[in-house]
Nanobody
Framework: QVQLVESGGGVVQAGDSLRLSCAAS????????MGWFRQAPGKEREFVAS????????VYTDSVKGRFTISRDSAKNTVYLQMNSLKPEDTAVYYC????????????WGQGTQVTVSS
């Protein structure tokens, strides 16, 4: 059973940067894709960014394009989300997820890390 552990969240001011990390517990971890999602209070969880396992192609939701960058270090089984120019509306719990068994659905999730951006 793969475990995903996020870290790097915190409280920052608008305009600041944070880098989230998501480490997988298994060294043989080879997901189809990894993604970051977020859920703000009172809102549904939303997709933020993803990166494919083979091609490393990336996808972003419109609201973070140009500000967030997803990347991965396969040797460390770790995926990162570099978040720049943070805005108060980026405040949420950020979750890491992986497509391991299913090509189309995320079937492993981390426990989440809180990001709070003050104005």
């Amino acid at each position: 059973q793969v475990q995903l552990v996020e870290s790097g969240g915190g409280v920052v001011q608008a305009g600041d940067s944070l880098r989230l990390s998501c480490a997988a517990s298994e060294r043989t971890f080879r997901p189809y894709a990894m993604g970051w999602f977020r859920q703000a209070p009172g809102k549904e969880r939303e997709f933020v960014a993803s990166i494919r396992g083979v091609t490393s192609s990336t996808v972003y939701t419109d609201s973070v394009k140009g500000r967030f960058t997803i990347s991965r270090d396969s040797a460390k089984n770790t995926v990162y989300l570099q978040m720049n120019s943070l805005k108060p509306e980026d405040t949420a719990v950020y979750y890491c997820a992986a497509r391991v068994v299913s090509i189309s659905q995320y079937d492993y999730w981390g426990q989440g890390t809180q990001v709070t951006v003050s104005s």
